[in-house]
């Protein structure tokens, strides 16, 4: 008998390792092996740690299980999960937010990891290229762009578990072992000891109101919440499934890469170019890395080409839950097939890529265009794209569903869905999730958007 709430041919999760491979995936991306090691130096190193990892286990993981859990309960996509558990139309829009949010983030994310694939290339042949020029190549970005959205496109269409779930499987993996190759050569250079202290060495002294603000936003974006990935994925799973162990180690998992991608970066550049800065955003990763990995010996192109190849992965396994989101939404509402959804989604996040692609050309229209947010000066199409949908509308999103649950829906019925399958999170466990979500999670959520606007001074980046 066909159930109304959550029909067979939505497809589930084969176990809860695949869902933890995918939904850990969805979490890790590229932000973890760049940004967090650079935000972390430019915050008091170790002491920044310590407050991200507070940070996560006491905002995120409350989000990340609020998703999960309305998800499970629901069976549906972002939008169908608000609409079947009795929400209006206007909290229906944080779930519409979230499938725009994943085909927009898709479009954009896609060119940095076009980038990815021509960099395992010439690092592998070992051709020096200059980023600055490489990126105002349009003949090469645009078209390593389009590969990448087929590759993504072309895991999606295999289903939940015939393609998601097999490809993370192998993809997580893959991933970590690369990770745990490129730390052990980069932590043994001669000179390495001085990058692992900047990194590590606490300085509890930087810590201020800025410093706890940067960690909650890179703690809030780095699960993934906000996006209604965690909906989704939450939808495909069998209420068997433990979600809070789960959830612990999606958790761990994503807080691990970024830890790891530290290590793998500072040690190196302060061992063989000690002269350089090591906040350069995604000048750090394509212009300064290679010519890091050039001077390792032996087979420095060897370990360039895998560090790129690491970066592709984690585009990869993030690439797969933006796009499935605003598939199940077609699947799901509109009773299109997954062939349908994928192929139609994907090709329309290929044009929209082009602009994006073309925004680093200097000169052109969509490198010029510019809007200034309270006091925020955001300068081309790609850094629009970013910070109205990568940024501004995951915090809203955040707010409104924590809202939901919390305040308009019975966010005990919601912490039982938890407790289904995970007899230890009755109790204590139970309570402090729900006084989360209700208080604590709310308020952060708000102080992140006000810092976002510059009530706080400076107009903060949030993640």
Do not use: H
Not at 7 to 31: D, N, T
Not at 147 to 163: A, N, P, R
Not at 236 to 248: D, E, F, H, R
Not at 387 to 396: E, M, Q, W
Request: proline share 5%; hydrophobic share 50%; charged share 10%.
């Amino acid at each position: 008998m066909q159930n109304s709430i959550k029909p067979p041919s939505r497809g589930q999760w084969g176990s809860s390792f695949g869902f933890i491979m995918a939904a850990g995936g969805s979490a890790v991306g590229l932000g973890n092996i760049w940004r967090f090691p650079y935000i972390t130096g430019q915050n008091g190193g170790g002491a920044f740690v310590f407050v991200y990892v507070l940070c996560v286990l006491l905002i995120g993981l409350p989000l990340l299980l609020n998703e999960i859990a309305l998800g499970r309960k629901s069976g549906r996509n972002p939008v169908g999960a608000i609409k079947e558990t009795g929400g209006s139309g206007f909290w229906q829009t944080a779930g519409v937010l979230c499938v725009l949010v994943c085909f927009a983030v898709l479009s954009y994310y896609s060119v940095i990891a076009g980038w990815t694939i021509g960099y395992i290339f010439t690092e592998l042949i070992n051709i020096p290229v200059d980023f600055e020029d490489f990126v105002q190549t349009p003949l090469y970005v645009i078209p390593l762009c389009m590969l990448f959205i087929l590759m993504t496109i072309s895991v999606v269409l295999g289903g939940i578990s015939g393609g998601i779930e097999k490809a993370a499987k192998f993809l997580m993996p893959v991933l970590f072992l690369i990770i745990i190759l490129i730390a052990a050569r980069s932590v043994t250079l001669p000179g390495a000891g001085a990058g692992i202290e900047y990194y590590l060495s606490p300085d509890f002294t930087k810590i201020n109101g800025k410093v706890i603000l940067s960690a909650l936003g890179q703690a809030f974006f780095s699960l993934s919440v906000g996006w209604g990935l965690m909906i989704t994925f939450g939808s495909y799973l069998p209420k068997t499934n433990n979600v809070i162990q789960s959830s612990g180690w999606i958790a761990g998992m994503d807080s691990m890469v970024a830890l790891m991608g530290g290590l793998m970066i500072f040690p190196a550049l302060f061992a063989l170019l000690p002269g350089v800065s090591p906040d350069e955003g995604p000048a750090l990763v394509f212009n300064v890395l290679p010519r890091v990995f050039d001077q390792i010996e032996p087979f420095g192109n060897i370990i360039g080409g895998m560090f790129f190849l690491l970066l592709l992965v984690a585009a990869l396994t993030s690439s797969i839950s933006m796009l499935e989101v605003p598939v199940a939404y077609f699947i799901d509402e509109r009773k299109w097939s997954r062939k349908k959804a994928a192929w139609t989604i994907g090709i329309a996040a290929m044009f929209l890529s082009i602009p994006s692609s073309l925004a680093a050309v200097k000169g052109n229209f969509f490198n010029q265009l510019g809007f200034n947010f309270f006091g925020r000066q955001i300068a081309g199409f790609f850094d629009l794209m970013d910070f109205f949908f990568g940024t501004l509308a995951i915090v809203i999103i955040c707010l409104m569903l924590s809202l939901y649950t919390g305040w308009v829906k019975n966010v005990k019925e919601y912490a039982s869905e938890l407790a289904m399958g995970a007899v230890s999170f009755d109790g204590f466990p139970k309570k402090a999730w729900v006084f989360f979500i209700k208080w604590i999670c709310p308020i952060v959520i708000t102080l992140v958007l006000l810092n976002m606007i510059g009530v706080f001074g400076e107009p903060g980046e949030g993640g």
